[in-house]
């Protein structure tokens, strides 16, 4: 569960690690124009897997900055044990540079690939116990960060992440609007049966700044507690976009269903309130047409 160093009380420099990517973005945007200076980085201004970069990055950071660490290369950059291995470089480096700079507080995005496939029901009190290398990856770095940074350290573990301009094409509405797009159909795995936790893109990014804002410590599954079906999901895109073919297909694997408790996070953010799905994916599409 997450405690809360103090109340409502933005910090003066917030550093974004990641800050091109889905979440990183959403947060900067969010940031800017508050009285909270950010510094964005992205891969452009530092390669984290380099053997330098904690050096390189810890001459960046200043005493007392929040540290925001989002990036990671995803299963759509591969799914082996070379990312997997740049992927944990990456969360050295983070840990080398936070403990040099003294940081004052450090918030890494992590992911519910933590958690067993085999796992149905989910809360902070679940295992973590990951089935791949991406869930082992995220693992390996919120252990090093605990071990190695030596700063107040909040581990978010998302779920998947939705809105317009995702950068990942992952599994769910963010691809199905794609295929949309580009193919006019929608291919389900097997007939879509499997529930999921669908997070929209501003709830996400409203969490970290909660949790930035109160210098929050501890660990926190960030979802909204309500799962819906994949092929309920399809269904809800091709309402909204014209001439759709939903295609299932044979199933290879076995049916897997997660649904997360929100016990913690109504405890930590009392009176929280997630996007449903069906407003989130027409701010989505909005987004989309608009952009």
Excluded: C, W
Aim: hydrophobic share 45%.
């Amino acid at each position: 569960m997450l405690v809360h160093r103090h109340g409502t009380k933005e910090p003066s420099r917030v550093m974004v690690v990641g800050a091109g990517g889905f979440l990183g973005r959403g947060l900067v945007e969010a940031l800017q124009g508050t009285r909270t200076s950010v510094v964005p980085l992205g891969s452009r201004d530092i390669d984290l897997s380099a053997p330098d970069a904690g050096a390189k990055l810890g001459g960046l950071l200043r005493e007392g900055d929040t540290l925001v660490f989002l990036a990671a290369l995803t299963p759509d950059k591969g799914r082996g044990s070379d990312v997997l291995i740049k992927n944990v470089a990456m969360g050295r480096a983070v840990a080398a540079a936070a403990k040099a700079a003294k940081v004052g507080h450090l918030v890494y995005a992590s992911s519910d690939a933590v958690y067993s496939f085999a796992t149905g029901l989910i809360s902070e009190e679940t295992p973590a116990i990951p089935n791949d290398l991406y869930g082992v990856m995220h693992r390996a770095r919120e252990l090093i960060l605990a071990e190695e940074a030596v700063a107040p350290l909040a581990v978010l573990r998302f779920t998947a992440v939705y809105g317009a301009g995702d950068t990942h094409n992952s599994y769910g509405p963010n691809r199905f609007v794609r295929q949309v797009l580009k193919e006019g159909r929608i291919a389900l795995f097997g007939e879509g049966e499997e529930t999921r936790d669908h997070l929209y893109i501003k709830d996400g990014v409203a969490v970290l700044r909660r949790v930035i804002a109160q210098g929050s410590t501890g660990l926190l599954n960030v979802a909204s507690g309500v799962s819906m079906s994949f092929s309920d999901v399809a269904r809800a895109v091709a309402d909204r976009m014209p001439q759709v073919r939903i295609e299932p297909s044979p199933r290879r694997n076995p049916i897997i269903h997660r649904h997360f408790v929100n016990t913690d996070m109504l405890s930590a953010f009392p009176g929280i309130r997630f996007t449903p799905f069906a407003e989130g994916l027409n701010a989505m599409l909005s987004g989309m047409e608009n952009g």
